[in-house]
């Protein structure tokens, strides 16, 4: 298998070029866009994060969100399956969080198939866990290991996954809280098919029910005590930022889906391509500038050195607003057509509306920006209410010992110190 990079541009745009042919019929089935995820794994790129010092590419973040905005045009589900594994080996590249043998194991396994990781952490009860609290599925101590039993909802690429990465906590008396690496196919594992989204169908985020599901010992990444086990938005913020990037690509699609209609459609009461009319130039350029906006604000927030959560926080939001606006401006800007498969506008406009669902959803982060403006105005209130200390003029010096009555005062004023 040939290693691919991020930077090779040659084995990027085969790939995409092969995303693009397979996506429609991939949208219309809803079934695991296999095709597609192996076109990624034999271009070596979905191992392109993996760590120089285990033999990958060891490509960076920003590589990563530039990686995943190209995918996203070929196809925005495979990008998201493939954007789950990429991120779990950039993680241990920078943390190296997994037990070493596990770890390689599975970087061998990866050189006969894709190897598809995911983790499995929202559930029927609890919610998305960016909104805060700890998981009821239950880790079980077994004499070889852990038993896993509960019920998991929106895991992407579930039919296709070898494993589940399920977020649980464990039995003990005092319960602590990690991820256990579940090989997908076990006993007691069952898919359900509950994904009917209007937009990322291919992607098959189902439900997955575990019961009793036996790993071993050593299959379990993070464990930490459940008082300090809730998801860290703030930290995370960068891989969503990232994470955004593959929308970049749906909206750079559906751009061109405009671009080549509004240059073949010609009206006989006009006898020359919309365009060159007045109003599709205009509505050309508001597509360009919040696209190019949207890239250039996400780019440029992952690029910058020790970049704030604010600010990549608000680069999310903002690029993301963006592009959902520019998809949404070239569909009505269209008309009918616009609305009709056959423009292919239709497919990314439903696609692009999920810019902002992933956790942390658009109001957990626009409250997490709230909040950290009122603490940047409480400490620069503290700051202006602080007395500031007595520094003398050279002007007006201390008066001296001799000047001060024993009780503290000064003594009355001479008789050319007084006034009036």
């Known amino acids: ?20 042919e397979a996506a429609p019929e991939a949208d219309r089935s809803g079934a695991f866009p296999w095709a597609g995820m192996r076109a990624v794994h034999q271009s070596g790129l979905l191992e392109s994060t993996v760590a120089t010092r285990y033999g990958g590419a060891g490509a960076n973040l920003a590589q990563t969100a530039r990686l995943l905005a190209e995918l996203g045009r070929g196809d925005p589900s495979v ?3 493939s954007a789950m594994t990429l991120f779990t080996h950039l ?24 190897l598809l990781l995911n983790a499995a952490r929202v559930e029927p009860e609890l919610g998305s866990p960016a909104r805060g609290g700890l998981p009821a599925t239950r880790a079980r101590r077994t004499t070889h290991g852990w038993s896993i039993t509960g019920r998991k909802r929106f895991v992407t690429g579930a039919h296709g996954l070898t494993h589940f990465l399920v977020w ?5 008396v005092s319960a602590r809280v990690g991820t256990f690496v579940v090989a997908n196919g076990l006993p007691g594992i069952t898919v359900i098919d509950t994904w009917n989204s209007l937009g990322m169908r291919a992607s098959g985020s189902h439900d997955v029910v575990f ?23 703030r930290g995370h913020a960068a891989i969503t930022l990232a994470l955004t990037a593959l929308y970049v690509g749906v909206a750079e699609a559906a751009q061109a889906a405009f671009n080549r209609f509004v240059h073949e459609r010609v009206p006989s009461n006009l006898g020359r391509p919309i365009a060159q009319t007045e109003r599709i130039l205009a509505l050309s350029g508001e597509i360009d500038l919040l696209i190019g906006s949207a890239r250039q604000i996400i780019f440029d927030a992952l690029d910058a050195p020790a970049a704030s959560a604010e600010l990549l926080i608000r680069a999310r939001l903002l690029a993301g607003r963006h592009l959902r606006d520019a998809v949404q401006n070239a569909v009505r800007g269209l008309g009918n057509p616009g609305l009709g498969a056959e423009c292919g506008l239709e497919r990314h406009f439903r696609d692009i509306q999920a810019v902002l669902v992933h956790a942390p959803q658009e109001d957990t982060a626009i409250a997490l920006l709230g909040r950290a403006a009122f603490d940047r105005w409480k400490a620069e209130e503290a700051i202006a209410s602080t007395p500031a200390p007595y520094v003398a003029s050279p002007a007006q010096p201390l008066p001296s010992l001799s000047q001060i009555r024993p009780g503290g005062d000064r003594t009355a004023p001479t008789k050319r110190e007084s006034v009036g």
């Not at 993680?91 to 894709?114: I, N, R, S, T």
């Not at 649980?168 to 003990?172: F, G, L, R, V």
């Not at 990444?221 to 300090?228: N, S």
């Open 79 to 81: 990008a998201l399956i």
């Open 1 to 20: 298998m040939s290693i691919a990079t991020p930077s090779n541009a040659e084995a990027v745009s085969a790939v995409v070029r092969l995303l693009a």
């Open 211 to 233: 019961i009793d599901v036996e790993v071993p010992e050593d299959h379990v990444i993070d464990l930490t005590p459940a008082g300090v086990a809730e998801q860290d938005n």
């Open 91 to 114: 993680g241990q590249a920078v943390k190296g969080h997994w037990p070493e043998a596990l770890y390689k194991d599975l970087l061998a396994q990866a050189k006969h198939g894709p």
């Open 168 to 172: 649980a906590h464990t039995d003990e």
